[in-house]
């Protein structure tokens, strides 16, 4: 929820598929029928065959038409001729930490969007403190763990310096009362079940969008995620 909410302030709603979107690594596709729902005409990619066929599913429950799922291994985006230069945002949502070749990623990324669209991206904080059941051992192959433990603002900014963007801010996202209900939701899903789990902790989802930004800054806590929103040049 802190990462739509984020995404909401610069996917603006627009007129029924007028612009067009790319979700690069849509897992299952949230995101993806958010954008569409705001009136993008919306791709999300993904390598999972079963995550798209759920996804395209639920795009039609969620009466999200403009959204569509294709099978693509993101790590290959160069292997799609038919996408460059067709789109004017990409999202890009705790990814590219999974992905060895960052920079090609963001190339790749840069590859498919038109003059000046827009990349929104976000990714694990380098400076995050774990929650409970975080794993901090690194892969080294990408077998679907994180191959880094997250970015910095320099990184960021280099990375964005050898692909072709212009960063145009950089901010965060998910604080400290957005990590301690992820926490109890995983405690809870540890004791109980994963299904039991979500109605425990559906009685403080209202508090985070409401109070985390303020008590994150009084308690100087890191948020989870830095987030990018940036130009290609």
Known sequence: MDRWLWLKKYLPAVQNGSRSLVDVGCGTGAFTMGAARRGYRSLGLSWDKRNQTVAQQRAKICKAENATFQVQDVRRLDERPDLAGQFDVAICCECIEHILDDVKLMQDIARCLKPDGVLLLTTPNLSFKPM??????????????????GYSPEDIMRLCQASGFEVLKIEYCSGVLSQKL????????????????????????????????????AMNWPDYSITLVAKKK
């Open 132 to 149: 409970a059941y975080d794993n901090d051992n690194l892969s080294t192959v990408e077998d679907g763990g994180h191959v880094r433990r």
């Open 182 to 217: 992820t926490s109890l939701k995983r405690i809870a899903a540890q004791m109980t079940s994963e299904m039991i789990s979500w109605p425990i902790v559906l009685p403080f989802r209202w508090i985070p969008p409401l109070f985390d930004a303020a008590v994150t800054r």
